[in-house]
Nanobody, 122 residues
Framework: QVQLVESGGGLVQPGGSLRVSCVAS????????MAWARQVPGKGLEWVSGINTDGTTAYKDSVKGRFTISRDNAKNTVYLHMNTLKPEDTAVYLCAAQIGDATGTTQSFHYWGQGTQVTVSS
């Protein structure tokens, strides 16, 4: 059974930092590109970042230089380190798995989790 379980969300002040994690099971983690996406109520799912099986990364323009994605294949875990957070980063962040390199869209996702809430507010 495939599972993607996110954790680490919370409330943070503007300019602050947060790290969210996602533990995967039920599929060969190291063979899959992993990604993070976010969703705001009333809006569609937005792709944020991806990390390919070879470790190369890609980011949405608005988070470049602020967010860093990483993976630990030994722990079946993908991380998203978020710095200099802004109120517009407030969303439910979920991780996803796909075959093939990151595409910058959510349409290639094979599996995804339920998400963890990140709220940026003073």
């Amino acid at each position: 059974q495939v599972q993607l379980v996110e954790s680490g969300g919370g409330l943070v002040q503007p300019g602050g930092s947060l790290r969210v994690s996602c533990v995967a099971s039920g599929f060969p983690f190291s063979d899959y590109t992993m990604a993070w996406a976010r969703q705001v109520p009333g809006k569609g799912l937005e792709w944020v970042s991806g990390i390919n099986t070879d470790g190369t990364t890609a980011y949405k323009d608005s988070v470049k230089g602020r967010f860093t994605i990483s993976r630990d294949n030994a722990k079946n875990t993908v991380y998203l380190h978020m710095n200099t957070l802004k109120p517009e980063d407030t969303a439910v962040y979920l991780c996803a798995a796909q075959i093939g390199d990151a595409t910058g869209t959510t349409q290639s996702f094979h599996y995804w989790g339920q998400g963890t809430q990140v709220t940026v507010s003073s």
